[in-house]
């Protein structure tokens, strides 16, 4: 397979606001703001402009959301475990969820009434670290089960949040489907970011999470007089981030910008569901062996691909080579932009746009997407170095080289 491949979505809506878009609007966002404010580590993190990388790739603007920097976890997934933790809660101690906040839910009157609650999760690294360290800050406790070939440094640091950390011998998918029999036999409550039949509350409002970083985001460009994006660059594992920022700039702007899923293809489960053209979610089978594990997942999360089937212009799938450029790319950028931090799946994205940018044989994609001297890009780099060894290898030795 080549380097990179486009997968045009031929659902695409021409424009408008569906209703899959209305939950992550802006009064969502800014509720989901104001339970993150209550944090103590809460801070927005850095949105980074690269104006001479822009200029070399012929764009308008190349912004960067650096998520390295989100709570002290190197990842921005805790946005998501905390507010569906919180929200939780909330619910248990008969709170509205627009009355929620860290302050009321880890109250001692609340820890009183509760006693300490168990919450299970599955994850590839960063959102397990994000549970870990919610059930610390709200006071509970957390047990994350891990796919077969994590790395020891992610496991190392859930553990360090004080969770329970178990590395199974399944793949991520049937990881999940364990975490969720184990919830059920010990009476603790699934917090997992996919959704299925009969389960669909917590995947929600673990989307909805993600709000606060898309409002930073739209907030950050604003003050830098750029505006709306008009393109985004979005990983996709299971697909909720990517749904859940798709999602905020649709009902915002009441039209989409042109998005496009970013996933390695090892687990391309969205590019495969463009591709078959049905409007159902397709999932990827075989190993997903891949550096980018944050996106090795096999199957679109339901309440994410309804958002990403009706707004996304199509899937970037790539190898290996097109993230671990990405990652140097940040971490050497053209001189005078700043540099940013930024892991396998992090930078799988900025990659992806480098690749498109700078090869004759992407001509075509390029003018499909109508990226030009007029493009805002907007990319998220979801992670920090959650690999420090991986990181090393790729950035200082080279490794996983792309020509």
């Given at each position: ?43 927005p993190t850095p949105l980074a ?133 184990h919830a059920e036999a010990c ?212 490794r996983f080289a792309c020509l």
């Open positions: 397979m080549d380097d990179l491949v486009l997968c045009p979505n031929p659902l695409r809506l021409a424009a408008g606001v569906d209703a899959a878009c209305l939950p992550f609007g802006m009064e969502t966002a800014r509720r989901t703001r104001a339970f993150h404010q209550g944090l103590s580590a809460y801070q402009c690269l104006p001479h990388l822009a200029r070399a790739l012929g764009l308008g603007a190349v912004l960067v959301k650096d998520e390295s920097k989100r709570f002290g976890l190197k990842a921005f997934k805790a946005l998501g475990g905390s507010y569906a933790m919180g929200l939780a809660l909330a619910d248990a101690l008969g709170i509205p969820a627009q009355e929620a906040s860290p302050a009321r839910v880890a109250s001692p009157e609340a820890r009183r009434r509760l006693g300490q609650m168990r919450f299970v999760t599955a994850t590839d690294g960063n959102h397990g670290r994000g549970v870990a360290w919610a059930a610390r800050e709200l006071g509970h406790r957390a047990e994350v089960f891990m796919p077969k070939g994590s790395a020891r440094a992610r496991v190392e640091a859930i553990r360090a949040l004080g969770a329970e950390c178990t590395v199974t011998e399944l793949g991520y998918d049937d990881t999940v489907r364990l975490a969720a029999r009476g603790g409550m699934l917090l997992q970011d996919t959704a299925w039949p009969g389960y669909e509350q917590a995947p929600l409002r673990i989307m909805q999470g993600y709000c606060t970083l898309a409002l930073e985001c739209l907030e950050q460009m604003d003050a830098a007089g750029l505006g709306l994006p008009t393109h985004l660059f979005l990983q996709a594992g299971v697909g909720s981030f990517a749904g859940a920022l798709l999602a905020f700039f649709t009902a915002h702007a009441g039209k989409a910008p042109v998005a496009c899923t970013v996933e390695p293809h090892a687990a391309n489960c969205h590019c495969l569901s463009f591709e078959e053209g049905d409007g159902k979610p397709h999932a990827a089978a075989g190993p997903m062996d891949t550096i980018m594990a944050g996106l090795a997942c096999g199957e679109p999360n339901p309440l994410s691909w309804q958002i990403l089937k009706n707004h996304a212009a199509g899937g970037l799938s790539l190898g290996e080579g097109v993230a671990a450029n990405g990652m140097r790319l940040l971490a050497a950028p053209e001189s005078g932009d700043p540099a940013v931090v930024s892991g396998e799946s992090g930078a799988s994205a900025m990659g992806a746009l480098e690749y498109l940018m700078t090869r004759e044989s992407m001509a075509e994609n390029r003018a499909l997407l109508g990226l030009g001297p007029s493009s805002r890009v907007l990319v998220v780099s979801t992670e920090g170095d959650t690999n420090p060894a991986m990181y090393r290898d790729v950035v200082r030795y080279g």
